[in-house]
């Protein structure tokens, strides 16, 4: 066992050790073949040839087999925020506090296939923190994990705030405290070094600072971009928005027709210099890092680079399922892809 899986407690179990994304492909692990796991049997169903013979059909791109029931839910996670504990400064401005815990942890990324993660409350992505531009944020961190960590806040702070040279041991703790500014999507993230490693091992979540009046009312999802290398080899063999691969392809996120969507996009992928996000039979507005409630691009595919992050605005003209997955095909076809089940509201 290399020096890396000894430091790590070994690779993912039920992953393959040795395997890696290239060989899985040509196996046809995303394609039919099926990978043996420590609990089940990861495949896309089909035939025994390979995944270059093209098998038509795009429902089988998906991952066979059933997640350990109690385990992270990414439909719950895309429409949960965390408001933090309210309560009123002297002055009436408003006072948000919130607790994250640093603890190691093995998650399930795919049905019988587990990595071994450093989390924030137990869970890859973190809680997605939201507030208004102006609260006082209170974050008060605790590492239980067996390695230094820390917080850092994109965003605008003192410098005892960011997240970089005050260094939290394990078993120790540490509160963050700023006003939030500026309004936008915002990231927040283990900036301990070696830095590929704490991000890449699952310390990271998304930080959303409304504007003063908020936006518009609309359906809002979170999506953070992000891939998982098992055998740690800097390559990384499943990928996925919100941790667990073909999520959104075997469990469609259901929209009515005409609905404004938005979309909290963020990419904290390791090993990649780019992720990206493509929506079929639509464009959308694309409000980079969420800054601006009126400039925008308006297109159909977005590109971002580690830490980049964009708001993205949407209503869908005609019924029917439409796929949104990575633009990249081979991270599509290794777990990044996804439908939106758009249907006519009911008594329409």
Known sequence: MSDEREREGGAASGSGLGLTRRAMLRAGVLGAAG???AGATVAVGGTQEPASAGHGSHDALRVEGSMQPGGFDPTAYATSFDLGRQSLLPGGRVLREYELVAVDREIEIAP???FPAWTYNGQVPGPTLRCTEGDRVRVRFTNAGSHPHTIHFHGIHAADMDGVFEIVEPGGKYVYEFDAEP???QIYHCHSVPLK??????LYGMFV????GGREPARELVMLMNAFDTNFDNDNEFYAVNTVAFHYQTNPIPLQLNE???VYLANLTEFDLINSFHLHGNFFKAYRTGASLSQH???DNLMLCQGERAVLEFRFKHPGRFMFHAHQSEFAELGWMGVFDVREAPNA
């Open 35 to 37: 990978l043996a796991t």
């Open 112 to 114: 019988g296939v587990f």
């Open 183 to 185: 309004f936008g999507l």
């Open 197 to 202: 490693r704490h991000i890449h091992k699952g």
């Open 209 to 212: 600072i409304d504007p003063p």
């Open 260 to 262: 404004l969507t938005r």
């Open 297 to 299: 691009e308006y297109t």
